[in-house]
């Protein structure tokens, strides 16, 4: 027996997006998205990194149920627009979540240790790891305790920062930043939302997945979403968007700033634990997508291995958590993600070029296709607009990965 086993159902599938989410936004992002979008421009480039997000879970959600097999958009890559868009879209996602695995490992090291945070990280790396090989079943248990906590600090930090701020709604409309900032701050924000796709990753260990995928993804994107408009509007109203801007804890400002500095601890503890959160699904989903990639071939095929016990892909998993460690301890948080949201943006132009291949779904009310079209432009248009380093960086990359394959695909042929 090589397959995995199917347990998830919608409450566990929305839970395990929804800890794929939740943590990177508000806790990471939205400083830097603050600096290149100013006042007025922060909320909508959340709105419009959203946007983007539900065009490309509706094409996912598509495509899930279609090919209801871990690998995400490889598998839709390779079934709908041939094997170079699979393989690229596969590498984009290993190389671009391994980079974000090791920026959220860095973020945990940071808030629980500074001095030694590299240590901490790889600390974190391991234990999640652990976590993980215990099988799917566990991770979804353990996701779904660290998803009730971080709501519970969120929520402190929205009613104290509401109540005691005051937050001042005319920040809102502070001065914006330049041209282009909305369009880098959206590339930056959407970095927050992709972890909706984990579910699709997930697909063979998906109960019923025609029904479990198409209705947890929308779920778990629509409670981040309102969750993140709302910390923005408080982060925002209560520290203006300089101080937001140079913040590398905003929720903790928050509720220093409120008069209450004694509930930092809190924020930093949620913190903490909203990031292991994303870490252990992140993980998860990067081990999957490699076990894909290592059935046909595109990797090493040791890789495709599954355990006998656990129904997990232990090697696969070990391997992913072996490169993010190395890169734990030479990397820096904001460069991995920039990268990150780069080779991920284009992993999902790949998703909704795959979903255009479906033709139109009987009884959907939503205009899939339009929202297609829409998703493929949204994601190349924030990839070009990220900083030059991230997209030099991630679109070198990805070429990297293109040679690979030709060169394997010349010596096959030989």
């Excluded at 086993?5 to 997006?17: C, H, K, N, S, Y």
């Excluded at 290149?36 to 490309?56: E, H, M, R, T």
Aim: aromatic share 6%; proline share 4%; hydrophobic share 55%.
């Amino acid at each position: 027996m090589t397959g995995l086993e199917r347990r998830l159902g919608v409450p566990d599938a929305v839970l395990i997006g929804l800890g794929s989410m939740l943590g990177a936004g508000v806790f990471v992002v939205f400083g830097p998205a603050a600096a290149a979008a100013g006042g007025a421009g922060l909320l909508p480039a959340l709105v419009l990194a959203g946007f983007i997000a539900f065009c490309n879970a509706t094409s996912s959600a598509r495509l899930a149920a279609r090919y209801p097999e871990s690998g995400g958009t490889y598998v839709y890559g390779r079934e709908r627009l041939g094997p170079f868009a699979g393989f690229v879209a596969g590498w984009g996602f290993v190389v671009g979540k391994t980079a974000s695995c090791a920026a959220m490992a860095l973020t945990i090291g940071a808030y629980l240790w500074p001095g030694q945070a590299r240590l901490v990280a790889v600390a974190a790396v391991l234990a999640v790891t652990a976590v993980n090989l215990r099988g799917i079943g566990k991770t979804a248990a353990v996701t779904k305790a660290l998803v009730a906590l971080v709501l519970a600090v969120l929520a402190l930090v929205a009613v104290t920062g509401v109540v005691g701020g005051p937050v001042e709604l005319a920040r809102l409309a502070g001065p914006g930043g330049p041209g282009r900032g909305v369009l880098t701050a959206a590339g930056l924000l959407f970095f927050a939302f992709a972890g909706y796709a984990r579910i699709a990753t997930l697909g063979e260990e998906v109960r019923d997945p025609e029904r479990t995928i198409p209705r947890a993804v929308p779920l778990a994107l629509g409670v981040v979403l309102a969750t993140y408009l709302v910390l923005a509007v408080v982060a925002l109203g209560v520290l203006g968007a300089d101080r937001l801007a140079g913040s590398v804890a905003p929720l903790a400002d928050v509720v220093t700033a409120a008069g209450l500095p004694g509930l930092a601890w809190v924020v930093r503890a949620g913190a903490t634990v909203a990031v292991t959160g994303v870490l252990l699904s992140l993980l998860a989903g990067v081990g999957r997508t490699l076990l894909a990639m290592a059935r046909r071939r595109d990797v090493p095929g040791a890789l495709a291995a599954v355990h006998a016990r656990y129904r997990v892909p232990h090697r696969a998993e070990l391997a992913v958590a072996a490169v993010v460690i190395v890169v734990v301890l030479l990397g820096d948080v904001r460069q991995a993600i920039g990268f990150s949201s780069c080779t991920v943006l284009v992993y999902y132009a790949i998703t909704n070029a795959a979903a255009l291949t479906l033709g139109r779904d009987r009884g959907r009310k939503l205009p899939v296709q339009a929202l297609a079209v829409l998703g493929l432009a949204g994601c190349l248009l924030l990839a070009a607009n990220l900083p030059l380093t991230s997209v030099v960086a991630g679109f070198g990359v990805l070429a990297v990965g293109a040679a690979w394959y030709a060169l394997r695909r010349s010596l096959s042929a030989r």
